[in-house]
Structure formats: C-alpha cells, structure tokens
C-alpha cells in the first residue's frame, strides 16, 4: 500500500520560510514524478509544483515560481517543499501527491497546514 | 491558462437516487480529465481518469464522459458513503482544478 506523509507546516511569518517534507513508502519511489497540490480552508484545490522521478525536472505554478523550490532525495524517499518569501495567500493545506506535470494525483498524504499571519 | 468550472455548486439528492455534474473547460483538454471525491478533513481521492477510466477500487456507480470541452462525473445509485465534494482536475496543459461540486443529503 502506498503511503505518504507529510511534515513541517506550523505557522509563519509574512516574508518567512518555511520547509515541508513528504515520506513516501510503499512504491518504488524513484520511479514516481511527485507534486504538491494545496488547498486553501474549505475551497479549492491548486497544484503548486512537481518534480520528475529523476529529479532533474522540476515545474512550478506561476504564483509561486522564484519563491518555492522543490527537491527530492531517491535514496530516502523524500520529497520536499522550500518556501520562501511566504505570502499570507500561501495560507492552505499543503498535499504532497504521487504524480507529475501535467498529470492526474493517484496517491494523497493526509497534508499539512502552512499559515502564513503576522 | 485553462479554466475549468462546474455546475451546480451544490446537489442535494437522496440515498439511490442518480447524480450527474457537469465539468467544462475553457479550451479543448481531449480526454485528459480526472475526477476526485474529498470528504471533510481528507485528502482528495481520485475516482476516475482520462475523463472514463475507473481508477482501481472504485464501485462500479461511478462512471465518467466527455471530451473535448464537456464532461460529465454520474452516480448511478447515490450510497451514504457518496455525500462529498466533487472535483474535476484537467491535465492536458498546466494542471487546473474546478471548482468543486457538494453533494449533500435532500
């Protein structure tokens, strides 16, 4: 079965940084495009960045291109998410999801909420 | 950038009853449709692909239509464990999400 999990949303300041972590088991990983897909409270649904099996592809909406970085480590199963330069709309549920760009979310972790206030 | 949106907003139907929403793009996407089902304080779970394709484990009820720029998500015979939120999610260029679609209890 696979699983994924994600980690390091909490609270931040406007301007602030923030990392998340997604674990991934159950899949040969490396094998696997991976994105993050958020959600503000209650409303809609917005991919926000995916990286390909290798790494060596990386992709990026435009409201957080320059801002966000995302990076995978094969050998441990990670996926992460930096942050950076947050704005308070970059308040949401944050998902890690198995999946690339373009492409349809097979997988879902349980997410992670980033609240970016003063 | 493609646009998707959804109608109704909100169905209220009963156990067994048949539902139908609708799914629209503001450009031609082909086939390259998906479907999810979100309940509150989960994660999305994806019901179908390629605008008719039943992902794995998915009853049979559910079933997908349409190309082009019209798409339609039906449920032949709602069951308790149907009342969600659903959304559709184009992926022929960018990746763009509607806007949802509650189905909630009559």
């Known amino acids: 079965e696979v699983q994924l999990a994600e980690s390091g949303g909490g609270l931040a300041q406007p301007g602030g940084s923030l990392r998340l972590s997604c674990t991934a088991s159950?899949?040969?990983?490396?094998?696997?495009?991976m994105s993050w897909v958020r959600q503000v409270s209650g409303r809609g649904l917005e991919w926000v960045s995916g990286?390909?099996?290798?790494?060596?592809?990386?992709y990026y909406a435009g409201s957080v291109k320059g801002r966000f970085t995302i990076s995978r480590d094969n050998s441990n199963s990670m996926v992460y998410l930096q942050m950076s330069s947050l704005r308070v709309d970059d308040t949401a549920v944050y998902y890690c999801a198995t999946g690339g760009w373009p492409d349809k979310y097979v997988n879902w972790g349980q997410g992670t909420l980033v609240s970016v206030s003063s | 950038d493609i646009q998707m949106t959804q109608s109704p907003s909100t169905v209220s139907a009963s156990v067994g009853d048949r539902v139908t929403i609708s799914c629209r793009a503001s450009?031609?996407?082909?086939?390259?449709l998906a479907w999810y089902q979100q309940k509150p304080g989960k994660a999305p779970k994806l019901l179908i692909y390629k605008a008719s394709f039943l992902e794995n484990g998915v009853p049979s009820r559910f079933s997908g239509s349409g190309s082009g720029t019209e798409f339609t998500l039906s449920i032949s015979r709602l069951q308790p464990d149907d009342f969600a939120v659903y959304y559709c999610?184009?992926?022929?260029?960018?990746?763009?999400f509607g806007p949802g679609t509650k189905v909630d209890i009559k």
């Open positions: 990286i390909s099996g290798s790494g060596g592809g990386t």
């Open positions: 999610q184009q992926y022929n260029s960018d990746s763009t």
């Open positions: 450009q031609s996407i082909g086939t390259w």
């Open positions: 159950g899949l040969r990983f490396k094998s696997y495009a």
